[in-house]
């Protein structure tokens, strides 16, 4: 199964940008990196995905190193309501299994 | 424009008793994934359906977890004779298809407890 690395937790301030890092150094070619995010007591919600190009939306911007071997979430400017656990996937092309890892714990400060 | 429909939020059953959970798809949608995560753990996958064929099983215990998703009505996630290892979060998810980059859409869980 693809694999993914995150930190445990990370800590930002309110109104900072943060900078969340995931390691695929198992990635294909056309395996899409996914990012969810998890509030206490609800279900994942999708944050953002792409395949080779750095992604931007509403929510946040995705930025793919050239490799494919790792990404970083970027929240432009943090609020205490981004405070989740942060799940980097990898989607394998083909196949629909979301292979979900522990995920980054984000805590805002206020 | 509803998003992914799981009921109940909420089940206490006790040990021997079935549970079952409901999951209705976004609109449009008509491949369901069912998903369990334990308590510190992240999502793990256990069956996807498509309406009236289960595609793929591979994540569901051998016994008592069944799934089914008729052409009517809701995608039920059905435990039988449940012990206290099953207490657990059960997450839905739904797609508009499954072998691109076809985002799956999640549900707020059901949250079963086993006394």
């Known amino acids: 199964d693809a694999k993914t690395t995150q930190p445990n937790s990370m800590e930002s301030n309110e109104e900072e940008p943060v900078h969340l890092p995931c390691n695929h150094s198992?990635?294909?070619?056309?395996?899409?990196i996914h990012w969810y995010r998890q509030l206490p007591s609800q279900g994942p919600e999708y944050v953002i995905h792409g395949l080779t190009s750095n992604v931007n939306n509403r929510m946040a911007s995705l930025a793919i190193a050239e490799d494919r071997k790792s990404s970083t979430l970027i929240l432009h400017r943090a609020t205490l309501r981004d405070a989740a656990v942060y799940y980097c996937?990898?989607?394998?092309?083909?196949?629909?299994?979301?292979?979900f890892g522990t995920g980054t714990r984000l805590k805002v400060l206020a | 424009n509803a998003g992914v429909m799981q009921n109940p939020r909420h089940l206490v059953r006790r040990r021997g008793q079935e549970a079952r959970l409901r999951c209705s798809p976004m609109?449009?949608?008509?491949?369901v994934y069912w998903y369990r995560q334990l308590p510190e753990e992240g999502l793990k996958f256990m069956v996807y359906?498509?309406?009236?064929?289960?595609?793929?099983e591979s994540g569901m215990p051998k016994e008592r977890f069944s799934a089914e998703f008729p052409k009517e009505g809701p995608s039920i996630l059905r435990i039988q004779q449940v012990v206290r290892g099953d207490s657990a979060a059960y997450f839905c998810a739904s797609s508009s298809g499954s072998n691109g980059g076809e985002t799956q859409y999640f549900g707020p869980g059901t949250r079963l407890l086993v006394l």
């Open positions: 198992t990635i294909s070619g056309t395996d899409y």
């Open positions: 359906l498509q309406k009236e064929n289960i595609i793929d």
């Open positions: 609109k449009g949608h008509s491949h």
């Open positions: 996937i990898l989607r394998i092309s083909g196949t629909y299994k979301y292979i």
